[in-house]
């Protein structure tokens, strides 16, 4: 009988988290074995919103080069939010700008399967159909048991199996479940109304969460619904919430129009939101949603999970070299990324708490938007996605037009249109009826 290959590394999950550790993991002369437990290509519920952080990534590994010239990628270019009282920001397609993040929707059904295509050529084994049954550490070795009876031995694990991971929860590293939870819907291109890249809705039903549109390069649109820990509905009621609240918002109805076509009925993932206090064991780390490596303001995981996953595979390749693969070691690990960005989830969790108490807050962001333009709005949504440090907000060009904003909102008073749609608000340069929307959907504007 042939004898079982005894990897460096087994890495349980082959989204953006696994397959990126993979990757680097590879480069890094390591040899890795990658577990999938579908096959791809395969699908994954997302907002399938691509921040610079995880772009900076694939294209390190020429994965977004590949899909870019396959038309794959549509590049936000345009786009924005609409608050709490219908105040709406929505930038037409300017092009390029200089100092905007980059933001790309990309389908996880194609962008996941190309990530672990990067890390096969860079060395790795992907091995699919691997639905991890159980693991054991014993000698300094980790036994990984499959559904199938097949069996893995390596000298490290890295448990990349999403938000309800099984693994890290069956060793205690992580215990609890998961803290809240999103959907999507993708609804056929043509059929819609929605001519924008993307915008956030933040409709005073599902506070401190949100409704969000994406465009894809094809036209179809990505119809995800977040719902985020503080606010009024539980995460058990998001399916009636879609059909209800969802179903008749003013603004997700102007954007569909009278005649889309949905190609899937909605369908509903978990999220662990906001970190786990322990990411690392002996011989062990937890990576991507796993460790709840999502940002709890805004449900932002993928560029986090990636850029967790690159620290991962530095801090194992210097563990191995020194020989060295205990918990104590591998706690470096936990703390640079907490370095890096999971400090800035308690940031984003109390500002959650505060929109959720105050929704003039998001309607401050609109209105200092429409005074000061893109540039504001691109700030805004990289310090909101994390990709920016949010402690951006005390800054000088951030905090004193927010402040006007909030005072010119105090002495108006203006009153809560948003139940009213695109049409109650007055039409300006950043409207969602000027941007948002096809002309045919809007009439003369």
Request: hydrophobic residues 40%; positive net charge; contains cysteine.
């Amino acid at each position: 009988m042939e004898e079982q290959p005894v990897y460096d590394v087994i890495i349980a999950g082959a989204g953006p988290a696994g397959a990126t550790a993979a990757y680097f993991l590879a480069k890094r002369g390591k040899r890795v074995a990658l577990l999938e437990k579908a096959t791809f290509p395969r699908d994954k519920r997302c907002g399938d919103a691509w921040c610079e952080p995880a772009l900076d990534i694939l294209e390190e590994m020429g994965v977004i080069q590949e899909l870019d010239a396959e038309g794959a990628v549509q590049w936000v270019r345009s786009g924005g939010l609409v608050s709490p009282s219908g105040l709406s920001f929505t930038s037409p397609d300017q092009g390029e700008r200089e100092g905007a993040p980059r933001v790309a929707a990309i389908r996880r059904l194609v962008c996941d399967e190309r990530i672990a295509q990067a890390a096969v050529r860079m060395g790795a084994e992907l091995i699919e159909n691997a639905s991890v049954s159980d693991v054991k550490l014993a000698d300094g070795r980790w036994v990984v048991r499959c559904k199938d009876r097949r069996r893995f031995s390596g000298r490290c694990l890295i448990a990349a199996d999403g938000a309800k991971s099984k693994i890290a929860r069956a060793l205690g590293v992580v215990t609890t479940g998961a803290n809240s939870v999103a959907s999507r819907q993708y609804i056929k291109g043509g059929t819609h109304r929605f001519s924008s890249d993307g915008v956030l809705l933040y409709p005073p039903y599902v506070l401190p969460g949100y409704v969000a549109l994406f465009r894809h390069s094809n036209g179809d649109i990505d119809l995800g619904c977040y719902v985020l820990p503080g606010g009024r509905v539980p995460m058990t009621k998001l399916k009636s919430l879609l059909q209800t609240e969802v179903a008749s918002d003013p603004y997700v109805r102007a954007a569909l129009g009278e005649h889309a076509e949905p190609l899937e009925p909605p369908g509903l993932s978990p999220l662990r939101l906001g970190g786990e206090p322990r990411t690392h064991g002996e011989r062990l780390l937890v990576v991507g949603d796993a460790a709840g490596q999502t940002d709890p303001l805004t449900g932002e995981g993928i560029h986090t999970a990636m850029v967790a996953a690159k620290i991962a595979a530095r801090v194992l390749d210097e563990a191995f070299d020194a020989g060295d693969l205990s918990a104590r070691r591998l706690s470096a690990y936990h703390h640079a990324w907490m370095r890096e960005f999971g400090r800035d989830f308690s940031i984003s969790a109390a500002a959650g708490r505060a929109i959720q108490r105050f929704p003039v807050l998001l309607d401050t962001a609109a209105m200092a938007a429409q005074r000061n333009g893109a540039s504001f709005m691109d700030n805004f949504g990289a310090a909101m996605t994390g990709v920016k440090s949010k402690s951006l907000f005390l800054s000088p060009r951030m905090s004193v037009p927010l402040i006007a904003a909030l005072l010119g909102l105090l002495r108006t008073r203006a009153k809560n249109q948003y139940a009213f749609g695109p049409r109650a608000e007055p039409t300006h340069d950043f409207s969602f009826a000027t941007n948002a929307l096809q002309m045919s959907a809007y009439g003369a504007r």
